[in-house]
């Protein structure tokens, strides 16, 4: 669904590398990091849920820091770097805390989940032997409507033993 | 919740960016956007043109001098909570810091957006303000430095015009020696996603940390979102000056604030539930100020 309905505005042409791949477009400047990834790029790991940096379904990584994707502009992206969790594993395996998602019945719905894998990613690559504490303050900007938060901390605190070493 | 559309400019300076605050009708900064554009996808701001300085390097940096603390207007709520040179001699800022949200805002949202922001709840107007910070601001016209103490003049509304940046924010040394200072922010949100209900700031100085009541010297106290603006209690400063922190003072010392604050009714939290927060918050700020100015406190 790449259909530009805004011709009549002023574009610009950003080149983006997505998941380790180059990725060339014309944008308006408005368009959201957000609706870029989803519907350019045809990302469907980020979740629009909120649009106004709250619930934090839509977080990637920009640059090696996780940012909400719905408080960034596309055009803002020109000669950066963006993955999302579609890019964090190869094709058809499942990253450690995706595998620990699933151990631990960490997700129900999923829309939020990818949004926590992207948060929990960014924080075990800093802190590989976190407290329970420690988890939960570095997903203070998740929000799950529906497991009640102890399995996804359960998940963290399980990937975190099982990718001990890497 | 998608904005109107806009002109995106990205200066590389802050000199381009005062240039093009002059030259262009009708445009905004954007820092981290992590306040703008919330108001930018609700259509409460539809700006021609939208100048983004989240990318001037030149305006993110922590520089601790011997006199003085500097702080660029783009530094991150993130760099502010893991610098260790903060911790060190301002430890109030990074404690402040680590409540903004959680990690991804952090990692946007910057010091001088909080100020253009100037929202009342903001956690660094209400430590920059009980530090005394002065404000450097450019145009195309020349510099300027406003007091913080002149910089909230509304609810948010501020002293600095429309085609003027904030560069960064200073904070003498000179009343926080390390090894008689003690600092801490106190803060309570109904959730992490939430701004706060309430938070203060408490500096403390004592004569000498090693007596068994040391004098308090010179003591800060602000609250945020506890008025229209950003809110320094003088008289519960003075209040506290000259004595020992005694549990009698701390008692009258929270009657004043009590009196003090000018908060507003939220669903949450009304108007009295938040005097009572700010008089607990200034009791037990002042104590763990008082006990980290003596070394005591972890
Ligand atoms: C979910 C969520 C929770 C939050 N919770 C808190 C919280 O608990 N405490 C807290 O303090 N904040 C909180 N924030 C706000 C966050 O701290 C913002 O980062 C901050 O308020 C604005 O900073 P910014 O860099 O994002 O600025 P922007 O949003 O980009 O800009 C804000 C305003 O300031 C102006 N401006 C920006 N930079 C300058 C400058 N250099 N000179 C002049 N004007 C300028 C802009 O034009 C705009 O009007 C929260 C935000 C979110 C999304
Ligand atoms: S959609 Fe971005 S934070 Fe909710
Ligand atoms: S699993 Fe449904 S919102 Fe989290």
């Known amino acids: 669904m790449s259909t530009d309905t805004t011709t009549d505005r002023p574009t610009r042409e950003i080149s983006v590398t997505v998941n380790g791949e180059e990725v060339t477009a014309e944008v308006e400047p408005r368009l959201k990091l957000s609706d870029f990834l989803r519907n350019y790029v045809d990302l469907g790991s980020v979740r629009v849920g909120c649009e106004h940096g709250v619930c934090g379904a839509c977080t990637v990584s920009v640059d090696g820091d996780i940012a909400k994707s719905c408080l960034m502009y596309a055009v803002q992206l020109d000669g950066k770097e963006v993955t999302t969790v579609e890019g964090i594993s190869e094709a058809g395996s499942l990253h450690p805390i995706q595998e620990a998602f699933h151990e631990e019945h960490a997700l129900q719905c999923g829309f939020c989940t990818s949004g926590f894998i992207m948060s929990a990613r960014e924080f075990l690559a800093e802190n590989p032997d976190p407290t329970r504490a420690e988890i939960k303050a570095a997903l203070a ?26 | ?168 924010v200073r904070v003498s040394r000179e009343a926080f020696p390390v090894e008689r200072t003690g600092m801490r922010f106190t803060v309570e949100k109904r959730a992490a996603q939430t701004w706060p209900t309430l938070g203060a700031s408490a500096v403390v100085r004592v004569d000498d940390p090693d007596a068994d009541e040391p004098v308090i010297e010179d003591a800060r106290l602000s609250f945020a979102n506890a008025a229209d603006v950003p809110l320094r209690t003088h008289d519960a400063e003075a209040e506290v000056t000259g004595e020992p922190l005694s549990e009698g003072l701390l008692e009258s010392v929270a009657d004043t604030v009590y009196d003090a604050v000018e908060p507003q009714d939220e669903m949450h939290a009304d108007e009295t539930y938040k005097r009572e927060l700010a008089a607990t918050f200034a009791r037990r700020s002042l104590a763990t100020a008082y006990d980290r100015a003596q070394g005591l406190d972890e």
Do not use: W
Request: with cysteine; hydrophobic share 40%.
């Open chain 2, 1 to 168: 919740m998608k904005p109107a559309a806009f002109e995106y400019h990205s200066p590389e300076t802050a000199e381009e960016a005062t240039e093009l605050l002059a030259d262009l009708p009708d445009a905004k900064l954007m820092a981290g956007n992590q306040s703008f554009g919330i108001i930018m996808s609700n259509r409460l701001a539809t700006p021609d043109h939208v100048i983004d300085i989240s990318d001037i390097e030149g305006l993110r940096y922590v520089d601790v001098g011997d006199d003085a603390v500097e702080i660029g207007a783009m530094t991150r709520h993130a760099d502010v909570e893991h610098s260790d040179d903060l911790a060190e001699v301002l430890p109030l800022m990074p404690e402040a810091a680590q409540h903004i949200a959680g990690p991804a805002v952090r990692n946007r949202g910057t010091v001088g957006g909080t100020l253009g922001e100037a929202d009342p709840a903001g956690n660094h107007s209400c430590t920059l303000l009980a530090l005394d910070a002065e404000l450097a601001v450019a145009s195309a016209d020349g510099e300027r430095t406003i007091p913080i103490d002149e910089y909230f003049l509304a609810y948010m509304l501020t002293a600095v015009e429309d085609d003027e940046l904030i560069t960064s």
């Open chain 1, 141 to 166: 900007d998740n929000i799950c409507r529906c497991t009640g938060y102890q399995n996804i901390f359960d998940a963290v605190e399980r990937a975190a033993d099982n990718m001990e070493g890497d």
